[in-house]
């Protein structure tokens, strides 16, 4: 096997290309009375409550594009008190009819009116996470593949929603230890969440501790050092590439209501298959040339069983969950059946139905990884168990990135595995000087080692080294 190095004119072609800023939007949250100058914080829109008017002329006066957080119960008799303000951000459950109302009303070009996803979890390792088998309750060992609280999941589901809008994550965070409440965040805690919304195309609202905006206020050497690596951060983000690129599935997850099914989703995308949500009406005329693999987890019928059935006619396969029969491929003989799930020849694909509800969706989303099998999985990654991967495509489809998220916030080598042969494999990450990788092609695969990838990192690979 020959291991491929990228010359260095080829790295220097790479490097100056670029793609118009599409930017995402990470809203600090600041709540004391208080505003550091723009130019101290090096950032150009902060969010304030409503409830603190002095914060919110300070920092309209000091320059910034300010974003007034407004409470949902208070919404309908809000006015602002300035008219240079940038946006509204509505704090607490709001239909979107209300959003427009509030646009409507204020009527202020430019004007910005957002709602929030408030479902969101504060993204962490959970450590010595607790099972139940068998009706005993079990805690995992430290060699088992630790349970990772992440938002990849609700973000996917709130896509499929509303594709043209990206959705605003707010979570709190919540501390471990009582010394936690106290100190709040540490650095890592900022950072993950920071690169994990700009890794799966989402915006953040990300409130600042008590104690870190006074230290900023007074100009604390650590707390300093501190935002210039949440800033380097808020800046390698602010490319917002997942809005520019397609995401890559060939997994389909066919669900009307998908929050009802989130940990189905949720540990799909933790063992890293590359899952889009699928609305049970969109499946007739739908193309599926990407897809290699159906999860329906709604009963089908009519157009839609039909169209299900011509995916597998073509080869695909096809898991059925939480349905009854009959179906058309029940006249045949079953290639195999055990006391979880049957299975039927369809054409060159095939038809799995599981027999009985999804009691552990963990253990369901390793068997489909190893149903879809190793060569048909877009992105593999070894010794990486607290690494989520996000893959794209350009539109035209000559690259792919890769973002990566490390959420053990550790340094450590990691071994990837992308479908595609490609000549060029450029990685960088916030705060250091873009690499290009050595990579191997192997059955199809482009494989490559991240040498040392702390929280957030992105991985190009392309046939050409042009703008």
């Given at each position: 096997?020959?291991k491929?190095?990228?010359?260095?004119?080829?790295?220097?072609?790479?490097?100056v290309?670029?793609?118009?800023?599409?930017?995402?939007?990470?809203?600090?949250?600041?709540?004391?009375?208080?505003?550091?100058?723009?130019?101290?914080?090096?950032?150009?829109?902060?969010?304030?409550?409503?409830?603190?008017?002095?914060?919110?002329?300070?920092?309209?006066?000091r320059?910034?594009?300010?974003?007034?957080?407004?409470?949902?119960?208070?919404?309908?008799?809000?006015?602002?008190?300035?008219?240079?303000?940038?946006?509204?951000?509505?704090?607490g459950?709001?239909?979107e009819e209300?959003?427009?109302?509030?646009?409507e009303?204020?009527s202020?070009?430019?004007?910005?009116?957002?709602?929030?996803?408030?479902r969101?979890?504060?993204?962490?390792?959970r450590?010595n996470?607790?099972?139940?088998?068998?009706?005993?309750?079990?805690?995992s060992?430290?060699?088992?593949?630790?349970?990772?609280?992440?938002?990849?999941a609700?973000?996917?589901?709130?896509?499929?929603?509303?594709?043209?809008?990206?959705?605003?994550?707010?979570?709190?965070?919540?501390?471990?230890?009582?010394?936690?409440?106290?100190?709040?965040?540490?650095?890592?805690?900022?950072?993950?969440?920071?690169?994990?919304?700009?890794?799966?195309?989402?915006?953040?609202?990300?409130?600042?501790?008590?104690?870190?905006?006074?230290?900023l206020?007074f100009?604390?050497?650590?707390?300093?050092?501190?935002?210039?690596?949440i800033r380097?951060?808020l800046?390698?983000?602010?490319?917002?590439?997942?809005?520019q690129?397609?995401?890559?599935?060939?997994?389909?997850?066919?669900?009307?209501?998908?929050?009802?099914?989130?940990?189905?989703?949720?540990l799909l995308?933790?063992?890293?298959?590359?899952?889009?949500?699928?609305?049970?009406?969109?499946l007739?005329?739908?193309?599926?040339?990407s897809?290699?693999?159906?999860?329906?987890?709604d009963?089908?019928?009519?157009?839609?069983?039909?169209?299900?059935?011509?995916?597998?006619?073509?080869?695909?396969?096809?898991?059925?969950?939480?349905?009854?029969g009959?179906?058309?491929?029940?006249?045949?003989?079953?290639?195999?059946?055990?006391?979880?799930?049957v299975?039927?020849?369809?054409?060159?694909?095939r038809?799995?139905?599981?027999?009985?509800?999804?009691?552990?969706?963990?253990?369901?989303?390793l068997?489909?990884?190893?149903?879809?099998?190793?060569?048909?999985?877009?992105?593999?990654i070894?010794?990486?168990?607290?690494?989520?991967?996000?893959?794209?495509?350009?539109?035209?489809?000559?690259?792919?990135?890769?973002?990566?998220?490390?959420?053990?916030?550790?340094?450590l080598?990691?071994?990837?595995?992308?479908?595609?042969?490609f000549?060029?494999?450029?990685?960088?990450?916030?705060?250091?000087?873009?690499?290009?990788?050595?990579?191997?092609?192997?059955?199809?695969y482009?494989?490559?080692?991240?040498p040392?990838?702390?929280?957030?990192?992105?991985?190009?690979?392309?046939?050409?080294?042009?703008?």
């Amino acid at each position: 096997m020959t291991k491929h190095t990228p010359s260095v004119a080829a790295f220097l072609l790479f490097c100056v290309c670029g793609v118009p800023p599409v930017h995402a939007d990470v809203l600090v949250r600041w709540d004391q009375p208080r505003v550091p100058s723009r130019e101290s914080l090096g950032i150009s829109s902060l969010l304030i409550p409503a409830a603190n008017p002095e914060a919110v002329r300070e920092a309209i006066n000091r320059g910034y594009n300010v974003y007034v957080e407004v409470e949902a119960a208070q919404l309908a008799g809000f006015a602002p008190t300035s008219e240079r303000i940038a946006g509204v951000v509505v704090n607490g459950a709001v239909s979107e009819e209300q959003l427009a109302q509030v646009r409507e009303r204020l009527s202020s070009p430019g004007l910005r009116v957002l709602g929030q996803e408030e479902r969101g979890k504060w993204p962490h390792i959970r450590l010595n996470w607790v099972t139940k088998r068998n009706d005993v309750l079990q805690v995992s060992s430290r060699t088992a593949q630790p349970w990772i609280e992440n938002n990849a999941a609700l973000l996917r589901i709130a896509h499929a929603g509303t594709p043209a809008t990206t959705p605003l994550l707010r979570y709190p965070w919540r501390p471990i230890t009582l010394a936690d409440a106290d100190e709040g965040p540490a650095l890592e805690n900022y950072l993950v969440a920071i690169a994990e919304t700009g890794s799966f195309g989402g915006d953040l609202v990300l409130p600042l501790h008590e104690g870190f905006q006074k230290a900023l206020l007074f100009g604390r050497p650590a707390a300093r050092a501190g935002w210039n690596e949440i800033r380097r951060y808020l800046e390698f983000y602010a490319w917002n590439l997942p809005r520019q690129y397609r995401a890559m599935a060939n997994v389909g997850v066919v669900a009307g209501e998908p929050m009802t099914h989130f940990e189905i989703l949720n540990l799909l995308l933790r063992h890293n298959l590359s899952a889009e949500v699928i609305a049970p009406g969109s499946l007739p005329g739908r193309d599926f040339a990407s897809f290699q693999l159906l999860i329906v987890l709604d009963q089908p019928g009519g157009e839609q069983l039909q169209s299900l059935s011509e995916f597998a006619q073509k080869g695909g396969t096809v898991v059925l969950a939480n349905t009854k029969g009959p179906f058309p491929w029940h006249g045949g003989t079953p290639l195999s059946r055990t006391e979880q799930q049957v299975s039927y020849r369809v054409g060159d694909g095939r038809v799995v139905e599981v027999l009985g509800p999804i009691v552990d969706p963990n253990v369901f989303a390793l068997e489909m990884r190893q149903l879809l099998g190793p060569d048909k999985r877009l992105v593999d990654i070894w010794n990486g168990i607290t690494v989520l991967a996000a893959p794209y495509q350009e539109p035209d489809g000559k690259s792919v990135l890769v973002s990566i998220l490390n959420y053990a916030h550790e340094p450590l080598p990691v071994q990837l595995r992308v479908r595609g042969t490609f000549s060029l494999v450029h990685y960088e990450t916030p705060g250091q000087e873009p690499v290009l990788l050595p990579y191997q092609h192997r059955e199809g695969y482009t494989e490559f080692v991240v040498p040392a990838l702390r929280i957030g990192g992105r991985v190009f690979l392309s046939d050409e080294a042009g703008f």
